[in-house]
C-alpha cells in the first residue's frame, strides 16, 4: 500500500494542512509519496523531503503550475495515480477543487473530510454538519480522500530524508488562466493554524465594537480572530474570519467563543477544539453545552474584566 498527498505549498514552503494529511496518509499505508508540484519551488519539495514518515517526494516543476491551477494540477495526478493505493489531499480549497476532478476521472467515489482512518479501506467523517458520524467502507482500487486537518496531528517536519524525484511535467490543459489574488494581511496567527483564537458573535453590535472588544483580547492572548457566520453576515468582519460549516474548520488548544449563541453551524466548526471557553448573558445559549468553561454575563463587562486580570 502507497499513498499519495498531494503537497500544498506556496512555492517556498509547506503549508500546515500538509503535515496533518501525512499523517492521515502514514494510517493508510506503509509508504507515503509527496507531489510538490509548482513553479521554482526546490524549497517546497525540499520541505516535503524532510516530514517524518515520508520515503519519496515527487517534483514537477512548470510556470503553468505555480499557482496549483485546479485542471493543471489534477492532470498532473491523475498522470501518475495508477501506481498508488490511496490519493490524499487537505480538505481546503485547493484540496476540495482538485480531488473531486481526479476522481471523477479515476471513475471512483471520493471520500470527503475524513477525520479518521480504521482501516486501509475504512474511514470515519462527519455528516449533518458533525452531528453523526458515519463509516464509510470503500471498495475502488484506488481511494481518494480529502482529510479534514483537525483530525489528524502533524506529521514532524523534520527527522525524514525522502529522495527527491524530478516528475513529467504534463503539458498545460488550457482551460483556466490565474488573474490575481488579493490577500488580507495580518500581523496575528492564520486562523486554520493558531493555537488560540478568540470569536465573536453577533451580540457584538457593530464592527466598531467588535475591534474595540476583541481586538484587546486578542492581543493580550496572542490569539487570532474569528466570527460566527451572523457576525460575518452583519458586515462587522470580513468573511475570511467565519468559524463554521461554511466558513473555517479549526481545533486551536484554547477557543473563546464572545457573544456567540452557539448554533449547529458554528459548532460544527470548531467543537473539536481542546479547551472551549463561552461568554453569554444567555444562559441557555447552546454554546454553553460545548463548551469546557462557561461564564454567563454581559461581555462589554466581563471582556475587559478578563483583560485586565490577564495583565
Known amino acids: 500500500m502507497t499513498s499519495l498527498v498531494i503537497a500544498e505549498h506556496d512555492n517556498q514552503s509547506l503549508k500546515p494542512a500538509t503535515l496533518n494529511t501525512v499523517t492521515a496518509a502514514l494510517a493508510c499505508g ?13 524549497p517546497a519539495a525540499t520541505a516535503a523531503s524532510q516530514i517524518n514518515g515520508v520515503t519519496k517526494v515527487i517534483h514537477i516543476d512548470a510556470a503553468h503550475l505555480e499557482h496549483q491551477l485546479s485542471e493543471n494540477l489534477a492532470n498532473q495526478v491523475l498522470a501518475i495515480a495508477s501506481t498508488y493505493s490511496h490519493i490524499l489531499a487537505p480538505a481546503t480549497a485547493i484540496g476540495k477543487n482538485v480531488l473531486p476532478r481526479v476522481a471523477a476521472k479515476l471513475d471512483v467515489a471520493q471520500i470527503s473530510d475524513v477525520t479518521k482512518v480504521l482501516s486501509v479501506d475504512t474511514f470515519e467523517r462527519p455528516i449533518y454538519a458533525g452531528n453523526a458520524i458515519a463509516t464509510v467502507q470503500a471498495t475502488d482500487a484506488v481511494k481518494v480522500i480529502t482529510v479534514r486537518t483537525t483530525g489528524f496531528d502533524a506529521a514532524p517536519a523534520s527527522g525524514g530524508s525522502a529522495t527527491i524525484e524530478l516528475g513529467s511535467v504534463v503539458a498545460d ?7 490575481g489574488k488579493e490577500v488580507s494581511k495580518s500581523d496575528r496567527p492564520e486562523l486554520t493554524a493558531a493555537k488560540i483564537i478568540v470569536s465573536g ?25 474569528g466570527a460566527s457566520r451572523a457576525a460575518v453576515d452583519a458586515g462587522f468582519v470580513p468573511n475570511d474570519y467565519q468559524v463554521g460549516q461554511t466558513g473555517k474548520i479549526v481545533a486551536p488548544q484554547l477557543y473563546v467563543a464572545v457573544g456567540i449563541s452557539g448554533a449547529i453551524q458554528h ?11 463561552a461568554i453569554n448573558k444567555d444562559p441557555e445559549a447552546p ?25
Open 30 to 42: 506503509a509508504e507515503v509519496h509527496v507531489l510538490v508540484a509548482g513553479y521554482q519551488a526546490s
Open 173 to 179: 490543459a488550457g482551460q483556466s488562466s490565474f488573474i
Open 201 to 225: 458573535g453577533r451580540a457584538l453590535g457593530s464592527s466598531e465594537q467588535f475591534r474595540a472588544v476583541m481586538e484587546p483580547l486578542a492581543d493580550k492572548l496572542g490569539a487570532a480572530m
Open 267 to 277: 459548532l460544527a466548526g470548531m467543537k473539536d477544539s481542546k479547551v472551549i471557553v
Open 287 to 311: 454554546i454553553f453545552s460545548v463548551a469546557d468553561y462557561g461564564l454567563v454575563a454581559d461581555l462589554f463587562t466581563a471582556v475587559p474584566e478578563l483583560i485586565a486580570e490577564l495583565g
